[in-house]
């Protein structure tokens, strides 16, 4: 079945400095690739996604990217803020969603 | 839109005893799902249903139950509860427009200790 690695578990990057997280997936029938955010005691909440006949999608400071080659997909999130501290899951959908074990990200004033 | 909503928030239960996690949309969506998350971890997929009185094991089914009355209602049913199913669980609904895309909404969760 499919097996989603996520990397790093933790990240801490200064306010306004940019963001990576790496998602690599086994499944090559996979072809959904959505990016949830979680806060604090909060519900994850769908915040981009992307299909796999696109290399790369944006929306305001978050963009993902797609490499269905090497199997592995990126959130960037550039020019952080505070308010972007959270949990970060991505998943991939070969049939049903597998997540990843999910990166927490700290930014620091 | 209420979304998806789930009842209780919270719940200690003592081992061996037994309940019923509710959870209800009213977005009309045909797909269902219950995760449950244990701390630091991501989310782990229990069952799922794609339509009233359809249901299937995720990737951790053992120790609940489910039932699909209704496009509504995905009730998860623990029995005999242990120690190991102490974590946070999640319902999630999906119009899944497309084999090609699921876009899921999450309830608030709830949060289950078993003592």
């Known amino acids: 079945g499919e097996n989603v690695e996520q990397h790093p578990s933790t990240l801490s990057v200064q306010e306004g400095d940019s963001a990576v997280i790496k998602c690599t997936y086994s499944?090559?029938?996979?072809?959904?690739f959505p990016w949830y955010k979680q806060e604090l005691g909060k519900r994850p909440q769908l915040i981009i996604d992307i299909r796999s006949n696109v290399g790369e999608k944006k929306d305001q400071r978050i963009a993902v990217t797609l490499n269905k080659t090497a199997k592995h997909f990126s959130l960037h999130i550039t020019e952080t803020q505070p308010e972007d501290s959270a949990v970060y899951f991505c998943?991939?959908?070969?049939?049903?969603?597998?997540f990843g074990t999910g990166t927490r990200l700290q930014v620091f004033p | 839109n209420a979304g998806v909503t789930q009842t209780p928030k919270f719940r200690i239960l003592k081992i061996g005893q037994s309940m019923t996690l509710q959870c209800t949309q009213d977005?009309?969506?045909?797909?269902m799902y219950w995760y449950r998350q244990d701390p630091g971890m991501g989310l782990k997929l229990i069952y799922y249903s794609v339509g009233a009185g359809i249901t299937d094991k995720g990737e951790v089914p053992n120790g609940y139950n489910v039932s699909r009355s209704t496009t509504e209602d995905f009730p998860l049913r623990l029995e005999l509860a242990a120690p190991s199913q102490t974590s946070v669980y999640f319902c999630a609904s999906s119009p899944r427009a497309s084999l090609s895309t699921d876009t899921q909404y999450f309830g608030p969760g709830t949060r289950l200790t078993v003592l």
């Open positions: 998943a991939a959908l070969p049939d049903k969603l597998i």
């Open positions: 499944d090559s029938a996979s072809n959904y």
């Open positions: 977005m009309n969506h045909n797909y």
